[in-house]
């Protein structure tokens, strides 16, 4: 049997991302090849996920199961277009030019964890088959969290009943609407991660109790479902908000990729947006919001940036220490983002430190050390007090939070004032 090295290297290095790393003595650190329909099947699984990728018609296909990891690693040096596999015994002969190698393999009738799967979805009495493909787009992919100790999270939402997929990461909710004709016994399923790694769509998706499966491209994906209650994320969603802002998608995207801070601000008035950074650093671009009231919020660079998908987006807005939308293609996909509560615009960052750093020239001793004409204690109060006024109104305008390190500096200068006198 022949197989072209770079179609299989390719298809290895995908298998082994669904095998077992650690135990390598254990049948699922093996890789089995098995001819099913007259087609060449790659199969791997780590006892949780499956998968098996198509390899095509081959001439004089062979049965047979080595441990993946070798001969990834054979396949990977050989220089030749071809790879040989022959069967003697319980060995497997691999050859590709001079490149030569011998493994061992399991009894090949032996069943793999992959096949219990299918043998549960093809006896169940609740299984079903969708037909329609769904696309998982980046933005539900990247929102999966990985580690949660909440096992829901570390998975993607299928909700049949309400046609929607969901993911969460705490921080942020990617929604997107599909377009399915499903009436089965299950209204949920909760699809592992792992098995969407690399998947950019899903069909034939074939339901049990305990397992999924479904194709991408030339692969059979089928995994244990993770089973528990999702949030209910419907409740995340507002039908309502305080503004909707027109932005070009993919020019801010680039904009954000030239950012190198994560945590970022939005500044938006009279249809100008404004991206500021910790460091001093700042992007306009234009934007649709037709007001001279501006608004302000904080938020992570990743998930806005993971979130845009097309060039017209709406940044959907009610406060800005709530959750955000970005809704695009007509509200079909929708990504709702935390804010950042406790940053701060450059703008107001620079105006406190400035602040708290020359609050002591704020003293009337200060000021008579600059003086060299009789001082007059009333006008300097007039003084002062106007400048206080003007830096209250500077911070109101910026929303300042930091309202215990502000009252702190506004009673130091008004009992500086207030003992002038004294």
């Known amino acids: 049997m022949l197989l072209n090295k770079k179609e299989l290297l390719k298809s290895?290095?995908?298998a082994k991302k669904y095998a077992e790393k650690k135990a390598q003595d254990k049948i699922t650190a093996n890789i089995f090849f098995i001819q099913e329909d007259g087609e060449l099947m790659l199969k791997a699984s780590n006892g949780e996920i499956g998968i098996s990728i198509d390899l095509g018609v081959v001439e004089n296909a062979i049965n047979f199961d080595v441990n993946l990891l070798e001969l990834l690693d054979f396949v990977a040096i050989c220089n030749d277009d071809n790879i040989s596999f022959?069967?003697?015994g319980n060995d497997v002969h691999i050859s590709s030019g001079a490149s030569n190698i011998i493994l061992n393999m399991f009894e090949v009738n032996e069943k793999t964890i992959e096949n219990y799967m299918q043998d549960e979805l093809k006896n169940s009495s609740v299984a079903k088959i969708i037909?329609?493909?769904?696309?998982?787009?980046e933005n539900i992919f990247?929102?999966?969290?990985?580690?949660?100790?909440?096992i829901e999270l570390n998975g993607m939402l299928l909700d049949l009943k309400n046609k929607k997929i969901v993911?969460?990461?705490?921080?942020?909710m990617s929604i997107n609407s599909i377009d399915i004709d499903y009436k089965g016994l299950m209204d949920e399923v909760i699809i592992p991660r792992a098995a969407l790694q690399d998947v950019k769509s899903i069909s034939d998706i074939k339901i049990s109790q305990n397992y999924i499966?479904?194709?991408?491209?030339?692969?059979?994906i089928t995994t244990r479902q993770i089973i528990g209650e999702y949030p209910s994320y419907d409740r995340i969603i507002s039908f309502d908000y305080n503004f909707k802002i027109m932005v070009n998608g993919l020019e801010l995207k680039n904009y954000l990729k030239k950012i190198k801070d994560n945590d970022i601000v939005l500044h938006f008035i009279n249809n100008a947006m404004t991206?500021?950074?910790?460091?001093?650093?700042s992007f306009n671009m234009e934007c649709y919001y037709p007001s001279n009231n501006e608004f302000i919020f904080s938020c992570d660079k990743r998930y806005l940036s993971d979130s845009i998908l097309v060039n017209e987006i709406q940044i959907c807005i009610n406060d800005s220490n709530l959750p955000f939308t970005i809704e695009q293609n007509g509200g079909k996909q929708q990504t709702v983002i935390m804010p950042i509560r406790d940053a701060y615009d450059c703008a107001t960052q620079s105006i406190k430190r400035d602040f708290i750093e020359n609050s002591y020239k704020f003293t009337y001793k200060e000021i008579i050390k600059k003086r060299k004409s009789p001082v007059n204690k009333d006008k300097i109060i007039r003084d002062l007090k106007s400048e206080i006024l003007q830096l209250q109104e500077k911070l109101k305008k910026?929303?300042?939070k930091n309202s215990v390190v502000k009252s702190e500096i506004f009673n130091n200068i008004f009992n500086n004032c207030k003992s002038i006198g004294a």
């Open 213 to 220: 499966s479904f194709k991408a491209d030339d692969k059979i």
């Open 275 to 281: 991206i500021k950074t910790s460091n001093g650093g």
């Open 131 to 137: 037909k329609e493909n769904i696309e998982i787009n």
């Open 398 to 400: 910026y929303e300042d």
């Open 142 to 150: 990247k929102s999966i969290d990985r580690y949660n100790p909440k």
């Open 86 to 88: 022959d069967v003697h």
């Open 167 to 172: 993911s969460t990461d705490t921080r942020r």
């Open 12 to 14: 290895l290095k995908v």
